[in-house]
């Protein structure tokens, strides 16, 4: 069965270092999408970054830099330079592209709570 | 342009009353759907429409939940009689097409804010 597994139910950053998120995922199918979602405290879901399984590189997007590993069949985030808006609640999720063509459906994990100190 | 709009943001009913949760998507996002968060758990998919049709239910908990997509546009996610472990946020999402065979980031999900909905 597909899922997504975040180990961190919370993190601790101090403004300006670099934190790693970490995510896992199990899927069969070999094509396959993940996504980073924040949700700060207003509750909104913010799309941050996005990895497809066959793209060679590893996706960036500003701060935002997402460690693919195939093999190890993980896609953590990288938060370079933080800072304290980033605090907020951060979602790792997986779209699979299922028999007869992509679908949008995501399986997300757990969350990781990020707390980012002055 | 206008985000995924939720109404209402938050709702607190008793135990065996009906709430209907209102979701209006990004203008022209042909795909919407409905995803579930109970506290401390996984965000968990509903259901996803194309249009005014359901593509995929196969996440609704239970007959007590009734989604609709009248003409396309905004939905509705009714729950009757609601329980007590119908309580979590809802969240709707909205995208653009799909490109079938492809994952490409042209249509990621654009979620709303969510409503919190506390059964009592």
């Known amino acids: 069965a597909q899922k997504i597994t975040q180990t961190q139910p919370g993190m601790f950053v101090q403004e300006k270092e670099a934190v790693t998120l970490d995510c896992t995922y199990d899927?069969?199918?070999?094509?396959?999408?993940l996504f980073w979602y924040k949700q700060p405290s207003s509750g909104e879901m913010i799309f941050l970054i996005y990895q497809g399984s066959y793209d060679q590189q590893n996706a960036t997007e500003g701060r935002y830099s997402l460690n693919f590993q195939k093999a190890r069949k993980s896609a953590n985030l990288v938060i370079s330079a933080s800072q304290l808006g980033d605090s907020a609640m951060y979602f790792c999720a997986m779209r699979e592209v299922g028999y007869g063509g992509a679908t949008n459906k995501l399986i997300f994990g757990t969350g990781t709570l990020l707390a980012v100190q002055p | 342009e206008a985000g995924v709009t939720q109404f209402p943001s938050h709702s607190v009913i008793e135990k065996g009353q009906t709430v209907t949760l209102r979701c209006d998507p990004i203008s022209g996002h042909d795909n919407l759907y409905w995803y579930r968060r109970v506290m401390g758990k996984e965000i968990k998919f509903l259901l996803h429409?194309?249009?005014?049709?359901?593509?995929?239910e196969s996440g609704m908990p239970n007959n007590r939940f009734l989604a609709e997509r009248t003409g396309g546009t905004y939905s509705t996610l009714k729950v009757q009689p609601a329980e007590l472990e119908d309580s979590g946020v809802y969240f709707c999402?909205?995208?653009?097409?799909?490109?079938?065979?492809?994952?490409?980031?042209?249509?990621?999900?654009?979620f709303g804010n969510g409503t919190r909905l506390t059964v009592t």
């Open positions: 999402a909205s995208s653009q097409a799909t490109d079938r065979g492809r994952i490409g980031t042209n249509s990621p999900l654009h």
């Open positions: 899927t069969s199918d070999p094509s396959y999408g």
């Open positions: 429409f194309v249009k005014e049709s359901k593509q995929d």
